[in-house]
Antibody
Framework: QVQLQESGPGLVKPSQTLSLTCTVS??????????WSWIRQPAGKELEWIGR???????IYSPSLKSRVTISIDASRSQFSLRLSSVTAEDTAVYYC???????????WGRGTPVTVSS | QSALTQPASVSGSPGQSITISCTGT?????????VSWYQHHPGKAPKLIIS???NRPSGVSDRFSGSKSGNTASLTISGLQAEDEADYFC???????????FGAGTRVTVL
């Protein structure tokens, strides 16, 4: 059974960089059919796709966040990570990592980790 | 790309059937048969219950079913049970960046 687990600071100061890691167990981040994604949900709002990465390191980011987002992958640790720079209160949300099958379907998700941007 | 529209809440009595709608546009829900539904109990990982509009992954109860008409997808839960009380959200592939859009979720309450 594939499991994903997000980790990282729950509180980030405005203008700083948010950094989260997703650890994958029960499966390999190098499998060819899968992409690895970050998604977030501000309280009371819809979920928002942030970006995805393939095992080769190839990335695609949502246009709305592209200038501030970096997603990386570490196959040796079975992890992929999110960095979001210059955060503001609008970046306060629950952040999820998820596995994406054939770039079409999110089949496994982490439980999510809440991140608050506040001084 | 706009988000998908879902009702904030739906309720029903045990044994009843309920339907949750997910309205998008001709660029997402209406364009592709890549609409998924997820069940989310707070504090747990969202669980895939419907993929590609109508497909149920292995192990998912056949009380869950999906359909689509035009730009609106629907999730029906039949024979409602207490354990079905959760949030449900939809997701659609758009074909252009951003490639994935979601609804805000629907809270299902079993009366």
């Amino acid at each position: 059974q594939v499991q994903l687990q997000e980790s990282g600071p729950g509180l980030v100061k405005p203008s700083q960089t948010l950094s989260l890691t997703c650890t994958v167990s029960g499966g390999s981040v190098t499998s060819g059919h899968y992409y690895w994604s970050w998604i977030r949900q501000p309280a009371g709002k819809e979920l928002e796709w942030i970006g995805r990465i393939y095992t080769t390191g190839s990335t695609i980011y949502s246009p709305s966040l592209k200038s501030r987002v970096t997603i990386s992958i570490d196959a040796s640790r079975s992890q992929f990570s999110l960095r979001l720079s210059s955060v503001t209160a609008e970046d306060t949300a629950v952040y999820y990592c998820a596995r994406l099958v054939d770039a079409k379907l999110f089949d496994y998700w982490g439980r999510g980790t809440p991140v608050t941007v506040s001084s | 790309q706009s988000a998908l529209t879902q009702p904030a809440s739906v309720s029903g009595s045990p044994g009843q059937s309920i339907t949750i709608s997910c309205t998008g546009t001709s660029s997402d829900v209406g364009a592709y048969n890549y609409v998924s539904w997820y069940q989310h109990h707070p504090g747990k990982a969202p669980k895939l219950i419907i993929s590609e509009v109508t497909n149920r992954p292995s192990g998912v109860s056949d009380r869950f079913s999906g359909s689509k008409s035009g730009n609106t997808a629907s999730l029906t839960i039949s024979g409602l049970q207490a354990e079905d009380e959760a949030d449900y959200f939809c997701n659609a592939f758009t074909g252009t960046n951003p490639y994935y859009v979601f609804g805000a979720g629907t809270r299902v309450t079993v009366l």
